[in-house]
């Protein structure tokens, strides 16, 4: 079992940067994958960007892609989300996933991929 806890949201004005991070614990070694995901109210939850362990690839949604930058930590179990140029539509709760080998793997930005989540930090971009 793995749990991840995110942290650094906030309030910031358009054009603005934060850095999320998200932390793992428990069974880290099968944390190969990890992902962030965001959703607003009355939209779906949209992955927004992914990384593979050893930051061998990372994949981006066009909404984000040039702004946001993922990367991880492997001796810290961290993994960040720099988001710069920040816009009103970034505004929504932030999640942090991450997967076991076992669960099927549908893409690097499909929630489906993913069996582990933290519980969410809000970014406000007004």
């Known amino acids: 079992h793995v749990q991840l806890v995110e942290s650094g949201g906030g309030s910031v004005q358009p054009g603005g940067s934060l850095r999320l991070s998200c932390t793992a614990s428990?069974?880290?070694?099968?944390?190969?994958?990890m992902a962030w995901f965001r959703q607003s109210p009355g939209k779906e939850r949209e992955g927004v960007a992914a990384i593979v362990s050893g930051a061998t690839s990372t994949y981006y949604s066009n909404s984000v892609k040039g702004r946001f930058t993922i990367s991880q930590d492997n001796a810290k179990n961290t993994v960040y989300l720099q988001m710069n140029s920040l816009k009103s539509e970034d505004t929504a709760t932030y999640y942090c996933?991450?997967?076991?080998?076992?669960?099927?793997?549908?893409?690097?930005?499909?929630?489906?991929?993913?069996?582990?989540w933290g519980q969410g930090t809000q970014v406000t971009v007004s």
């Open positions: 996933a991450t997967r076991s080998t076992s669960s099927s793997w549908y893409g690097p930005r499909d929630d489906r991929s993913y069996n582990y």
């Open positions: 428990g069974n880290t070694t099968s944390s190969n994958r």
